[in-house]
């Protein structure tokens, strides 16, 4: 099948689309990216994502509009992404959108009670005539799961080593890990679980820093000049999150913007000037990523694989590769996958088995009580042809 995979991540940097070629069936599924693309949010736009997802500043109004401007953002993402892959609508066969994450509700237990991700499907069926499956995550949080990191069961299907034990840590705006066994090891289990922060406290304070003129620390030019605050840091390790068992899941409610205005605050006052407080900062990410291998890993890791526009700063690259010795720190590209395109694949994935109507999680991996079929269905122009072509003999 030709399926289109969508994606806004908690940076909300713009629409990650792929365009998928997905065969067979687990466990020998096979996916493959045909072409891929960013389509950038409108100047703007990002802002107002943001200020809709605190609940100081989000008003219901604004979900409403946003709900549907996001329809059409995707829309207009996916047509182009078809019309560079020199396809037409009419020979796609799904999308697979997991929209943008507005809210992310973990009770104080660390349990997950609900989220919301937005961006209306039927707008995206309707623009483009093709299938769309959206909502992955409320499925698995109403059996008892964290509704994330949905990630996770893709790399139980295509990252496992032969035998070796890998670690896959996804560093987005929220750092997340999946422990895979080995294939010769038939009875252990994976975990996966959100580590903490990944980009999401460097890239506020960093906008708050600049008043809006970077929205990142680009080759970590300001962490390299900074020095770590080395009490600092062990203050902000002993957050309650780190220690909480997995599976556990945390997002921009928790490490949030009003968190990077107070950690500023906090730094200043301790003497840092702002190269030293995002020194400080990309030295947490790095230091709860290393902790929870510590405190977690169900074995020793041999390879850990780096995925997420993390793994483009140098300095937490550099810093994990010294933290997560013995282990050998590798990037996607080296085992021959797109990490910046990778989350688009996993949405084009879990559609294709929500499709066939398979699960796509594994209770090991989000703490449900069962495996479930994930996603709801918005039928598009080519809904009873895909029956037809799919599902009767």
């Given at each position: 099948?030709?399926?289109?995979?969508?994606?806004?991540?908690?940076?909300?940097d713009?629409?990650?689309?792929?365009?998928?070629?997905?065969?067979?069936?687990?466990?020998?599924?096979?996916?493959?990216?045909?072409?891929a693309?960013?389509?950038?949010?409108?100047?703007?736009?990002?802002?107002?994502?943001?200020?809709?997802?605190?609940?100081?500043?989000?008003?219901?109004?604004?979900?409403?509009?946003?709900?549907?401007?996001?329809?059409?953002?995707?829309?207009?993402?996916?047509?182009?992404?078809?019309?560079?892959?020199?396809?037409?609508?009419?020979?796609?066969?799904?999308?697979?959108?997991?929209?943008?994450t507005?809210?992310?509700?973990?009770?104080a237990?660390?349990?997950?009670?609900?989220?919301?991700?937005?961006?209306?499907?039927?707008?995206?069926?309707?623009?483009?005539?093709?299938?769309?499956?959206?909502?992955?995550?409320?499925?698995d949080?109403?059996?008892?799961g964290?509704?994330?990191?949905?990630?996770?069961?893709?790399?139980w299907?295509?990252?496992?080593?032969?035998?070796?034990?890998?670690?896959?840590?996804?560093?987005?705006?929220?750092?997340?890990?999946?422990?895979?066994p080995?294939?010769?090891?038939?009875?252990?289990?994976?975990?996966?679980?959100?580590?903490?922060?990944?980009?999401?406290?460097?890239?506020?304070?960093?906008?708050?820093?600049?008043?809006?003129?970077?929205?990142?620390?680009?080759?970590?030019?300001?962490?390299?000049?900074?020095?770590v605050?080395e009490?600092?840091?062990?203050?902000?390790?002993?957050?309650?999150?780190?220690?909480?068992?997995?599976?556990?899941?945390?997002?921009?409610?928790?490490?949030?913007?009003?968190?990077?205005?107070?950690?500023?605050?906090?730094?200043?006052?301790?003497?840092?000037?702002?190269?030293?407080?995002?020194?400080?900062?990309?030295?947490?990410?790095?230091?709860?990523?290393?902790?929870?291998?510590?405190?977690?890993?169900?074995?020793?890791?041999?390879?850990?694989?780096?995925?997420?526009?993390?793994r483009?700063?140098?300095?937490?690259?550099?810093?994990?590769?010294?933290?997560?010795?013995?282990?050998?720190?590798?990037?996607?590209?080296?085992?021959?996958?797109?990490?910046?395109?990778?989350?688009?694949?996993?949405?084009?994935?879990?559609?294709?088995?929500?499709?066939?109507?398979?699960?796509?999680?594994?209770?090991?991996?989000?703490?449900?009580?069962?495996?479930?079929?994930?996603?709801?269905?918005?039928?598009?122009?080519?809904?009873?042809?895909?029956?037809?072509?799919?599902?009767?003999?």
């Open positions: 099948m030709l399926i289109v995979g969508l994606m806004s991540g908690t940076s909300v713009g629409i990650d689309a792929a365009l998928c070629e997905i065969t067979g069936a687990p466990p020998h599924l096979e996916a493959r990216i045909v072409h693309i960013t389509f950038p949010y409108p100047p703007g736009f990002q802002a107002r994502v943001l200020a809709a997802s605190q609940p100081e500043s989000g008003r219901v109004d604004e979900l409403c509009q946003l709900n549907f401007a996001l329809g059409e953002l995707f829309a207009r993402a996916t047509l182009r992404l078809i019309a560079e892959s020199n396809q037409t609508p009419a020979g796609i066969d799904l999308i697979g959108s997991h929209g943008q507005f809210w992310h509700s973990v009770e237990d660390g349990s997950v009670s609900a989220t919301l991700q937005l961006t209306e499907a039927a707008v995206l069926a309707e623009r483009t005539g093709i299938t769309t499956i959206s909502s992955f995550r409320p499925r949080i109403a059996a008892g964290q509704g994330a990191p949905l990630t996770a069961y893709i790399d299907l295509l990252l496992r080593h032969p035998t070796k034990w890998r670690a896959v840590q996804n560093i987005g705006g929220i750092g997340n890990v999946t422990f895979l080995p294939l010769s090891d038939r009875t252990s289990q994976p975990k996966a679980f959100d580590t903490g922060p990944g980009n999401a406290l460097i890239d506020s304070i960093m906008v708050q820093l600049t008043d809006g003129a970077e929205a990142y620390d680009r080759d970590a030019q300001l962490a390299r000049r900074g020095r605050d009490e600092w840091l062990h203050h902000l390790l002993a957050h309650p999150y780190y220690a909480l068992q997995p599976p556990k899941t945390t997002g921009r409610e928790l490490f949030s913007q009003a968190m990077a205005a107070e950690l500023i605050e906090e730094g200043q006052r301790r003497g840092n000037d702002p190269s030293s407080i995002v020194a400080t900062i990309t030295t947490l990410t790095a230091q709860t990523i290393a902790d929870a291998y510590s405190r977690f890993a169900p074995a020793p890791v041999d390879e850990v694989i780096l995925g997420g526009g993390g483009h700063n140098p300095a937490l690259a550099d810093m994990l590769s010294g933290l997560l010795q013995p282990a050998r720190v590798l990037t996607h590209e080296d085992i021959g996958m797109d990490s910046d395109n990778k989350e688009a694949l996993v949405f084009a994935v879990l559609a294709h088995e929500t499709w066939f109507n398979r699960p796509s999680t594994l209770p090991a991996l989000t703490g449900a009580d069962h495996p479930v079929v994930l996603g709801q269905i918005t039928p598009g122009a080519n809904y009873g042809d895909l029956i037809r072509r799919t599902w009767i003999p």
